[in-house]
């Protein structure tokens, strides 16, 4: 099994209520802390931007999740995978 410290720079998927209470969503990690993950969202950034009202910025902004805001992280490994609805099953 991978670590999540082998993750960073890489898209994940999360399950964070705060930023999305219904769906899994894909974010960069792009670091580790004790007690949680910094990431980039771009539903996030999107919301950022469209409550500021910018329609660009120089920067991108990442954001502190600590791990008991998180539900779950999905982690792969490098084997197939197939959808079992797309073959009938």
């Known amino acids: 099994m991978r670590s999540l410290a082998s993750m960073i720079g890489e898209i994940i998927i999360v399950r964070i209520p705060l930023l999305d209470a219904e769906r899994m969503i894909l974010v960069k990690l792009h670091g580790i802390e004790l007690h949680g993950i910094w990431i980039e969202s771009q539903?996030?950034?999107?919301?950022?931007?469209e409550k500021f009202h910018f329609s660009s910025s120089r920067t991108t902004p990442i954001v502190f999740v600590p791990f008991v805001k998180v539900d779950f992280i999905v982690a792969s490994l490098d084997s197939l995978s197939l959808s079992e609805s797309s073959f009938g099953l």
């Open 43 to 49: 539903d996030f950034t999107n919301q950022l931007m």
